[in-house]
């Protein structure tokens, strides 16, 4: 018998594993099934017409296709100026987290950092025990920072869990010899972090980029708590208003012979895919190093 002949054999699968493989695959199936079809129902809802998804009529695919609800939500004055605060909002607070995470995270994995494990167990203690909504509030109020996009920009800017995470990841993949190796060679701690940390980093900063940008663009309770002025509002704010409360000016202006049953019909799903639509873009660029940076952040440390 050749080598190709041998290797071409397969080994002869049991009637338990079968079983558990055709259940592990229907499983599968099922919940492939549970993710798709809202999705799927959404995108379809969002281009049918009002009266469609009203009468129920709209199960799986398009009916009486329409796009009058993106031309109501793009000529919404508040809706953009949401989304565009909700861009500033996702870009700038994802760049100041990252950065300030990685600045707290990389001297806590070092072991010469003196008092690492004190200051790590008081960043833990935090995210047991907090001050309150109130406490917050007033010193949110304090730093004057009520009203302005600081608000919802400085007072969450750090994760205690994506700190853990990062703090693991550099303790596993960055080794105390390769800094000690750049300082005989006269690498100041800045240099070394530039050149050398952050290239290696690229699978926890993928990491800490998709949650953070996530958790910035759905977050709405900082905005509702210490934001006054509408042109400030992020989009999550708008959609809750004009879905839940249904008392955007704005729009009722625009649509002044529709029904108020049927704006938030007609408005509902097309705001639910334009909001999620970022999130699904950027996944994909960052897809292929949140597995290898979770696990390499969580399970090592």
Request: hydrophobic letters at 55%; glycine letters at 4%.
């Amino acid at each position: 018998m050749t080598v190709q002949q041998a290797g071409t054999r397969k080994i002869k699968e049991s009637a338990g594993d079968r079983i558990f493989l055709t259940t592990v695959y229907i499983v599968l199936f099922l919940v492939v099934i549970a993710v798709l079809y809202p999705l799927i129902y959404i995108i379809s809802s969002s281009i049918s017409s009002p009266a469609a998804v009203t009468s129920g009529r709209v199960w799986l695919w398009p009916v009486d296709i329409s796009f009058e609800g993106f031309r109501v939500l793009f000529k919404t004055p508040e809706i953009m100026t949401g989304y565009a605060n909700s861009i500033f909002y996702t870009t700038a607070g994802t760049i100041i987290s990252v950065v300030l995470t990685i600045m707290i995270a990389y001297p806590l994995s070092r072991r010469s950092f003196f008092g690492r494990n004190a200051l790590m167990m008081i960043i833990t203690f935090t995210m047991i025990f907090s001050g309150g909504l109130i406490p917050t509030y007033m010193v949110v109020r304090e730093l004057h920072l009520i009203d302005t996009r600081w608000a919802l920009l400085i007072p969450n800017a750090i994760w205690v869990w994506q700190v853990i995470i990062a703090r693991s990841f550099f303790q596993s993949s960055i080794p105390d010899e390769l800094q000690e190796a750049s300082e005989m060679d006269g690498c100041s701690d800045i240099r070394f972090i530039w050149s050398i940390v952050l290239p290696l980093s690229k699978p926890i900063m993928a990491v800490l980029v998709l949650m953070y940008a996530v958790g910035q663009w759905n977050a709405y309770f900082n905005a509702l708590i210490y934001l006054k002025s509408a042109d400030l509002f992020p989009l999550q704010l708008i959609l809750r208003s004009i879905i839940i409360q249904n008392n955007s000016s704005g729009t009722m202006d625009a649509l002044a012979m529709v029904e108020r049953q049927q704006l938030a019909e007609l408005l509902k799903y097309a705001l639910i895919v334009v909001a999620t639509l970022p999130v699904l873009v950027i996944y994909p660029f960052v897809q292929r190093y949140f597995v290898q940076g979770m696990l390499v952040g969580s399970v090592k440390g």
